[in-house]
């Protein structure tokens, strides 16, 4: 049962300014709602009650956003706006949030690290707090990885294909499939060159790992960038564990760029359930001029 989540949600967002000089990243919208809200939703939605949130000096507006108490409460009160209270008050559900300071940016294996006394000896998720994941099925992205390690007892990465001129950007996975999307992985290599890569398959920001990468991340040096590499360390674990990864049955949204940020506001703005018709009506006659 994986019932603790990692969401790393210290960086600057440096792709995004002037937007994100006071404002973290993970708090721009699409649509009406934070992205990070979308990230907590499917977690909470996985099955997830507790979270870390690791975040940097200046982003305690993410504290804020997740309150069970917020500075408006008794205006809402006053004027009878039960729905829209509740609403706020219920923004992380019944699960529980906690928050650590990364205090210097080392990479994502780092802000990764800082979890290992919250998760423990459990096995645990990350999610990237500034990555949606919308899945194609019933099940949310995580779950799908969840439903992959109770079968196989390792740890599992979301993967997806891209295409190959782009293979370059991302970490890629090599391995032999076990199973519908299914792939036991055999090597991780971070950024290859096209003619190089052992596969179109990406890393999806979305993992399940046991205690052990916290072992791992403890071993390796820093790698690309003076950072710790998480997928150094994904690469040190294949020596001492099988580790799998699952190709995901539905779509991941990078909004840490402008342009796909206003891709993805587009796809959930056409998707909404109370305006996305009418939306969808005036984007065709804007397209249209």
């Given at each position: 049962m994986i019932r603790k989540a990692i969401i790393p949600a210290a960086g600057l967002g440096t792709r995004m300014l002037p937007a994100t000089k006071a404002i973290p990243k993970e708090l721009l919208t699409i649509v009406n709602k934070p992205v990070i809200q979308y990230v907590v939703e499917e977690a909470i939605e996985s099955g997830i009650t507790e979270i870390l949130i690791v975040i940097s000096r200046n982003k305690t507006a993410l504290q804020d956003h997740f309150?069970?108490?917020f500075p408006n409460e008794?205006?809402?009160e006053q004027k009878g706006k039960t729905e829209v209270l509740n609403a706020l008050k219920g923004?992380?559900?019944d699960c529980?949030?906690?928050?650590?300071e990364q205090h210097e940016l080392n990479g994502l294996g780092d802000a990764i690290h800082h979890g290992k006394e919250f998760a423990g000896t459990e096995p645990f998720a990350v999610l990237l707090?500034?990555?949606i994941c919308e899945s194609d099925t019933a099940l949310p992205i995580l779950a799908q990885l969840i439903d992959c390690y109770n079968r196989f007892g390792s740890s599992v990465t979301a993967i997806e294909q891209v295409p190959l001129e782009n293979v370059s950007r991302y970490g890629i996975m090599g391995g032999e499939q076990v199973g519908k999307g299914i792939f036991q992985v055999n090597e991780w290599v971070e950024k290859p060159q096209p003619e190089v890569a052992p596969s179109q398959l990406a890393i999806a920001s979305r993992y399940v790992f046991t205690a052990p990468i916290f072992d791992a991340l403890e071993?390796?040096?820093?790698g690309v960038n003076n950072e710790l590499q998480l997928t150094d360390a994904m690469k040190l674990l294949l020596n001492t564990e099988a580790m799998y990864g699952l190709q995901i049955a539905g779509r991941?949204?990078?909004v840490g760029n402008p342009q796909d940020f206003i891709k993805t506001n587009i796809h959930f703005g056409l998707k909404h359930h109370e305006f996305g018709e009418e939306f969808r009506r005036w984007l065709e006659e804007v397209i249209k001029e």
């Open positions: 309150a069970k108490s008794d205006f809402y923004i992380s559900g529980e949030i906690e928050y650590i707090g500034d990555t071993k390796i040096g820093r991941r949204f990078d």
